[in-house]
């Protein structure tokens, strides 16, 4: 089971690689907008994804300029954000959306899209990173699927943004 695991979990990154390598360059580009001027990059992670929000602050190679998203209402127009979710729909981080782009700040969304008929995370953001975790990955011997890694694709899209993000600067 570990083996399959592992085999899917490399395909998954290979999906994220190939897919969404543009998104991951355009939000780089929107976050490196804060970095480069006067302003910061928050972020805000919900649920299992304040994984990420821990090792962007705190990781060994934590992200600069950042600090964890409380208060949306004291964000300048400088500022920019990083959203990380397990799903498209999730109502919490829809509703921080909607608050960030009605204050015109611009945002990235990194999440799993579900097909839903309501507003999702990616009609909101100006840059939408999808996960492409949206079920568990492997069946286990009862026929049920297993091995859900929304953390570890959250945690793959965030390091390929801090590589391109810090190219950007480096270059700035």
């Known amino acids: 089971m570990q083996k399959m695991f592992t085999t899917q979990l490399s395909g998954l990154f290979n999906r994220i690689m190939d897919k969404e390598a543009y998104s991951i360059e355009d939000g780089a580009r929107l976050l490196a907008q804060a970095s480069a001027g006067e302003g910061v990059i928050y972020i ?7 994984g990420v929000v821990i090792e962007a602050t705190h990781g060994q190679e934590a992200l600069q300029n950042v ?8 964000l ?9 979710t397990r799903f498209s729909d999730d109502q919490e981080a829809n509703q921080l959306a909607e608050q960030l782009q009605e204050n015109d ?10 097909k839903v008929d309501s507003q999702q995370l990616q009609d909101l953001a100006d840059v939408h990173i999808n996960t492409y975790v949206i079920k568990p990955l492997i069946p286990n011997e009862d026929g049920e699927r297993v091995g859900f ?10 390091t390929s943004i801090k590589f391109v993000l810090d190219e950007i600067l480096s270059e700035y």
């Not at 600090?67 to 004291?74: C, H, N, R």
């Not at 300048?76 to 990380?84: E, G, H, Y």
């Open 149 to 158: 890694p929304s953390l570890l694709g959250g945690l793959y899209i965030y």
């Open 76 to 84: 300048k127009a400088t500022d920019r954000v990083l959203l990380f």
């Open 44 to 50: 805000k992670g919900f649920g299992e994804m304040e």
């Open 67 to 74: 600090q964890v998203l409380k208060d949306p209402t004291e």
């Open 105 to 114: 700040i611009p945002f990235v969304a990194v999440s799993g899209i579900k």
